[in-house]
Nanobody
Framework: QVQLVESGGGLVQAGGSLRLSCAAS????????MGWYRQAPGKQRELVAA???????NYGLSVKGRFTISRDNTENTVYLQMNSLKSEDTAVYYC????????????????WGRGTQVTVSS
């Protein structure tokens, strides 16, 4: 019905940069908040950054000033620019979106991508 597909993960040295992308597709009527979460081995999934349809943003404390979230509403795509990467940023990064579909335009459901691995070597 709705799919979120992430791309852009990989291996990078500490201090480097990566840009993640997540494209939503399917029977989409509207997308409210889009965001990125991450989960490191043995840890709980945590919010990295989120952005509303209007462009308001929210960041996790550990990434403020280093990561930037943005979105293209015409392409149903959200981006995460990650700069000054640290080894502790190593995790699987998941895309999340609050979506209403053409079948249920007034009921929002939460959708998740399958995740993309980001590994930062020190």
């Amino acid at each position: 019905q709705v799919q979120l597909v992430e791309s852009g993960g990989g291996l990078v040295q500490a201090g480097g940069s990566l840009r993640l992308s997540c494209a939503a597709s399917g029977s989409i009527f509207s997308i409210n908040t889009m965001g990125w979460y991450r989960q490191a081995p043995g840890k709980q999934r945590e919010l990295v950054a989120a952005i509303t349809y209007g462009g308001s943003t929210n960041y996790g404390l550990s990434v403020k000033g280093r990561f930037t979230i943005s979105r293209d509403n015409t392409e149903n795509t959200v981006y995460l620019q990650m700069n000054s990467l640290k080894s502790e940023d190593t995790a699987v990064y998941y895309c999340n979106a609050g979506v209403t579909t053409t079948r249920s335009p007034f009921h929002e459901n939460d959708y998740w991508g399958r995740g993309t691995q980001v590994t930062v070597s020190s």
